[in-house]
Nanobody, 115 residues
């Protein structure tokens, strides 16, 4: 499975960005996709996940500000980020878990929240 993430960039505090991640390769219908992030000097942390049934899970720090969604026909997951804060600055990694619990990572996309 290959993951191609896009959509990162520089945004002012309070702004919005949308990340996308397209999966390709040996894709099965049962899977979980999501986003993790890693800020400088910190461990990688979960941001949000969504399974093939549409069930979502969010980190407390992003609840109410970020929305994860997916298009199963396109094998793509999205992360709509709103009300961004400087502490959201990180490299965001797309994540995919297949039906056998094998995990895959995308290359990461940098999100910088700064004025």
């Amino acid at each position: 499975v290959q993951l191609q993430a896009s959509g990162g960039g520089l945004v002012q505090p309070g702004g919005s960005l949308r990340l996308s991640c397209a999966a390709s390769g040996n894709i099965r219908s049962i899977n979980t996709m999501g986003w993790f992030r890693q800020a400088p000097g910190k461990q990688r942390e979960l941001v949000a996940t969504i399974n093939s049934g549409g069930n979502t899970n969010y980190a407390d720090s992003v609840k109410g500000r970020f929305t994860i969604s997916r298009d199963n026909a396109k094998n793509t997951v999205y992360l709509q980020m709103s009300s961004l804060k400087p502490e959201d600055t990180a490299v965001y990694y797309c994540h995919y878990i297949d039906w056998r619990s094998n995990a895959y990572w995308g290359q990461g996309t940098l999100v910088t929240v700064s004025s």
